[in-house]
């Protein structure tokens, strides 16, 4: 897996490109996930996403994806969990002071943040994880955050 996610962060501009084009076609899916329920939608696409993220990410399910503000790398993989950044313990050649054979998450992030478009969304601060979302879908959710933002805007206008 190690391997694998080293991989992806190197190549993070085209998971990038890959993602922008995933979500519109998810999102549009809304109907039917509305239409089975997200509820009964949860365990299989949560299946389907933690075999692919967890493949190319290491992904640990936080339910609270944040790889595209992170260079594509998964902050969860940090041994200490830090959302926002290095810890202090950083090596000087890049590795992880809890883990010395591993590159720190976050000097993994900065380097695979530089590829991206997107890369300034590095210096956004992440929202602690909200443990109740563990093992589910982030994919789901942002389905539904994005539904819920434009049937707000259709209400305002």
């Known amino acids: 897996m190690y391997a694998v996610r080293r991989w992806v962060v ?4 085209g998971f990038e490109i ?3 084009a995933f979500e519109p076609v998810i999102t549009r899916l809304d109907p039917l996930w509305r239409r089975v329920g997200y509820a009964r939608a949860e365990r299989p696409v949560a299946k389907v996403e933690k075999a692919i993220k967890g493949f190319l990410f290491d992904c640990k399910m936080c339910g609270q994806c944040a790889l595209s503000s992170t260079g594509m790398s998964c902050p969860m993989n940090c041994p200490k969990t830090l959302r926002n950044g290095p810890c202090g313990g950083v090596r000087a050649n890049g590795h992880c002071e809890v883990k010395p ?12 943040s530089q590829h991206m478009k997107s ?9 602690p994880v909200d443990n109740r979302f563990r093992d589910t879908s982030s994919w789901l959710r942002v389905v539904r955050q994005i539904a819920e933002k434009r049937a707000a805007q259709g209400e305002q206008k």
């Open 101 to 112: 054979e591993m590159k720190c998450v976050w000097a993994e992030a900065w380097a695979g």
């Open 10 to 13: 190197r190549h993070s501009r």
């Open 119 to 127: 890369g300034r969304k590095i210096h956004v601060v992440q929202k």
């Open 18 to 20: 890959i993602y922008n």
